[in-house]
């Protein structure tokens, strides 16, 4: 009797374990299940928050790309839709800001190529290529009084870039501040080769040779109102014009009126042009060619001028069985 209760006792305690097991075997199972659900809720949910924002970067991407291809063939308008869609999707990217900048200086719309640029500027405060930018900007708008306070706030960052004021300057007609600057490039040791011969040049301006003096004896000999006009009144617009027709009408004059510009206006490139080509014009090789080398070193981001400097040259130095020069200028003509 009591080995049959003894194996009634097992038995329920063995069902009791059993059920004990399961019980907990299906808690188990449950938090597993619970906890693979959340796993998966969770996961699913951070792929779709990444895949939109990974699809709005492919997207800028894809536009920026297309831009950057249209503007290398010269599609500056499509580059700037394209741009305006990465605008759309990321606004106020630095490097999409000054991407439109420069496109749109390429369609020569200087104001709005003004805006983005100093957006872009806000971004990056002590950006070189977008403050050389937008002096470029100035330049293009012959505004060389802010492209001169812009290069000087480069100046103070990199103290090298002072160099390019000297340019901005004789641009601006402004010899004084010109030789001012030189002077203190000089005393940083910061004068390369091209600015100690313009340092040179509006220190010593060419002396006249054949001009004549005497004020009244100009008068009597000058034929028409270009030429009394620029002697009464010594200006440069007018002087330019005048040089310009006497070389257009072969006029003899062209010598004596370029070499008087000369000395009056040393940083203007076009009276050096002008006495080079009288020079030649009286088969004066040597001394055209000293004229006009001296007289290259300002031109200042004109390619036509200097053109026209390099087919003199070349003409000069044909003349005088140079032939290492001529193709010296040849090439560097070719080149622009």
Not at 202 to 208: D, G, N, V
Not at 267 to 272: D, E, G, H, L, S
């Amino acid at each position: 009797m009591q080995n049959l209760h003894k194996t009634f006792r097992s038995k329920r305690q063995e069902k009791r374990d059993k059920t004990i097991n399961r019980l907990n075997i299906n808690i188990v199972l449950s938090f597993t299940f619970c906890l693979f659900s959340f796993i998966s809720y969770s996961q699913d949910s951070i792929p779709t928050h990444n895949s939109a924002e990974e699809i709005n970067n492919l997207k800028f991407q894809e536009y920026f790309f297309k831009a950057l291809s249209e503007k290398a063939i010269y599609n500056y308008q499509k580059a700037i839709e394209n741009l305006e869609e990465c605008n759309r999707l990321i606004p106020n990217d630095k490097a999409v800001l000054f991407e439109l900048s420069k496109n749109f200086l390429k369609l020569n719309r200087t104001y709005e190529s003004l805006q983005y640029a100093n957006d872009a500027l806000k971004k990056d405060t002590k950006n070189l290529w977008i403050l050389e930018h937008i002096v470029n900007i100035y330049k293009r708008d012959r505004n060389f009084n802010e492209a001169i306070k812009t290069q000087e706030r480069i100046g103070e960052l990199f103290p090298k870039k002072r160099k390019s004021l000297v340019y901005l300057h004789l641009q601006n007609n402004d010899v004084v501040s010109a030789k001012e600057v030189l002077k203190e490039l000089q005393e940083a040791k910061l004068l390369d080769a091209r600015l100690r011969r313009i340092q040179e040049k509006l220190t010593s301006p060419p002396k006249i040779t054949s001009l004549v003096t005497s004020k009244k004896s100009i008068v009597k000999k000058v034929t028409g109102d270009l030429k009394t006009e620029f002697t009464n009144n010594k200006t440069f617009s007018t002087l330019s014009t005048l040089l310009t027709k006497l070389y257009t009408e072969n006029d003899a004059d062209l010598l004596r009126f370029s070499e008087e510009g000369m000395q009056l206006f040393p940083a203007q490139p076009i009276v050096y042009l002008m006495n080079g080509r009288a020079l030649i014009q009286q088969k004066k090789y040597k001394k055209a060619i000293v004229s006009l080398q001296t007289g290259i070193d300002f031109v200042i981001d004109n390619n036509e001028m200097q053109s026209n400097f390099y087919k003199e040259l070349i003409k000069a130095y044909e003349r005088v069985g140079d032939a290492k020069n001529r193709k010296k200028f040849q090439k560097k003509l070719n080149a622009l």
